[in-house]
């Protein structure tokens, strides 16, 4: 590994580029969406505000219909699934999901659709403009959607009367300066959605607790929330204090609103513990926090708020300011291992089996995805480890700092827990430069080979890279070249010579070479 360390002094000037003016769309959602739990569905309509800040003219827009990938087994999602040895145990019961009832109107105008030509890509469809939407223009959209859950096997779905409401509503592609990316739904394979503005209503029997992307606005529920919250907070030991509606019978309707976020999900159960506190930042700035978990004896979750805390508290400090008001953490179905999913300002966390270090573990990946994913929007069905290879980098730093330990490598010698941080951390690296790590860093997410393959590279040999530049640089001047990064790109798109280029501008040096390990086939010796 030492090689490459030798890279940093090739070069100590910078390489100057020139750019074309920086765009992106511009996406607002007004969304009414109402749960059936006993038919499993979701019955909604949506308009969407959508302006055109590229200098092209478009014609159509590429719409994600993400729910119809659940629909048949001839759908990219199924095929990849029943491809990979490793996941394909996800199936051996499920129940399939669709969305209907779509009817597309432009400007209150019925618009003509097309399907997408690829016969497994039913979850992509082409709204016509009548109108050519023109640079600068706006255009509103609306439509009716039905959506029928499917058993939880990947990201959306129900489970132990548990609701995941994930990738459920009609969304635009992205549209950049590369053009459209209008792709399928994949289990092995993420996301890329505009920045946009959500104002969403969600309408659920009485008994549910939701925990939702963005601020609640009905003051009287957020009040009960908190209170019960900050009541199992101080009291982790006895019985816990559980939510009792208003009403015991008929619905409500509860609205979430945030902006400049690039997804919308939301969580609902019957049986949620909630617990609720506040992080103040360095800066001093105050962010709700809360968890919530099910109800059952001896569970480690009655710590999560703790791990919640610290994660934000962490990152802010590593990368730059958590911008949310909120932050969410939901502990998912308890027959599924899978780990996390990620979403605005809360995250999915699967993870039954953990020990406490573990579960700490995932949470902080999961909350750290506000900043890559989330903050820092890139393209991650195209560039996987630009969100989870830097998330897992910090992930390491925060498991070795608090715990000499990381939940990826196992179990841990005691002779190398004993060690300082710095040192824990250049064993930890060093053993993993032993591991068999093939393919290059930076290929699309559908190309891995196997699940294994894609958590290998895209998460462990990209932050073995960045440690290479650490061990070099130093662990300040590293974080300084994050947060320059982060300031450049926060609520913006992101590419892989972003990053380069911020890091340049922050360490001085040319760091061609480098970047050229991204594509290197092999391990790093």
Same mark, same amino acid.
């Given at each position: ?124 469809? +082409?709204?016509?403009?009548? @109108?050519?939407?023109?640079?600068? !223009? =706006? &255009?509103?959209?609306?439509?009716? %959607?039905?959506? /029928? ?98 009403? +015991?019978?008929?619905?409500? @309707?509860?609205?979430?609103?945030? !902006? =400049? &976020?690039?997804?919308?999900?939301? %969580?609902?159960? /019957? ?255």
């Amino acid at each position: 590994m030492k090689r490459y360390f030798t890279i940093l002094l090739l070069c100590c000037s910078t390489a100057v580029f020139a750019q074309e003016a920086y765009w992106q769309q511009q996406v607002r959602y007004d969304i009414d969406v109402a749960l059936n739990d006993q038919e499993k569905s979701l019955k909604g309509s949506e308009t969407i505000m959508y302006k055109n800040n590229s200098p092209s003219t478009l014609d159509f827009i590429w719409f994600h219909i993400w729910p119809n990938a659940y629909k048949q087994e001839s759908t990219a999602l199924f095929q990849q699934i029943k491809n990979d040895t490793s996941r394909v145990k996800k199936l051996e019961k499920y129940t399939f999901g669709s969305i209907e009832g779509l009817n597309f109107k432009v400007n209150g105008k019925v618009a003509q659709t097309e399907a997408h030509p690829n016969p497994q890509y039913i979850d992509i469809i +082409k709204v016509k403009l009548a @109108t050519p939407l023109k640079p600068g !223009d =706006s &255009v509103k959209i609306s439509t009716d %959607f039905k959506v /029928k859950l499917p058993s939880y096997f990947s990201r959306s779905g129900f489970a132990d009367g548990e609701f995941m409401a994930c990738q459920w509503y009609p969304k635009p592609a992205v549209f950049d300066k590369s053009g459209w990316n209008e792709f399928p739904y994949l289990d092995m394979g993420e996301f890329y959605s505009d920045y946009a503005t959500f104002k969403v209503n969600i309408t659920v029997p009485s008994g549910y607790i939701v925990g939702a992307t963005g601020v609640l606005q009905n003051a009287d529920e957020l009040a009960s929330y908190k209170s019960l919250g900050a009541k199992n907070v101080a009291n982790r030991t006895g019985s816990p204090a559980l939510y009792s509606p208003k009403q +015991k019978t008929g619905t409500k @309707t509860l609205t979430y609103q945030i !902006d =400049s &976020v690039p997804d919308f999900a939301w %969580f609902a159960d /019957k049986d949620f513990v909630i617990q609720y506190d506040t992080v103040k930042l360095e800066s001093g700035k105050v962010i709700d926090a809360f968890t919530y978990y099910h109800n059952k004896k001896e569970t480690l979750w009655t710590n999560s708020i703790d791990y919640t805390k610290d994660a934000v508290r962490k990152y802010s400090k590593w990368i730059g300011d958590y911008e949310y008001p909120v932050v969410q953490v939901v502990e998912g179905p308890k027959n599924n291992s899978s780990g996390g999913m990620e979403y605005p300002t809360i995250t999915l966390i699967t993870s039954p089996d953990a020990k406490k270090e573990s579960l700490d573990a995932v949470i902080a990946h999961e909350v750290g995805h506000n900043w890559f994913m989330s903050m820092l929007g890139s393209n991650e069905r195209e560039h996987t480890w630009l969100d989870e290879g830097l998330n897992t980098y910090f992930q390491f730093r925060y498991e070795a700092e608090k715990y000499r330990a990381n939940s990826m490598m196992g179990e841990i010698p005691a002779e190398v827990k004993a060690l300082s941080e710095a040192d824990f951390q250049a064993r930890l690296y060093g053993a993993m430069t032993q591991i068999p790590m093939d393919s290059p860093i930076d290929i699309p997410a559908a190309q891995f080979a196997s699940s294994d393959e894609y958590g290998l590279i895209s998460y462990v040999k990209t932050a073995l890279w960045l440690y290479i530049l650490e061990s070099q640089a130093g662990r300040a001047k590293m974080d300084q070249a994050f947060q320059l990064y982060f300031s450049k790109w926060k609520n913006k798109h992101p590419q892989p010579e972003d990053l380069q280029a911020a890091f340049e501008q922050s360490f001085g040096v040319n760091l061609t070479d480098y970047f050229k390990l991204l594509k290197k086939q092999g391990s790093f010796k």
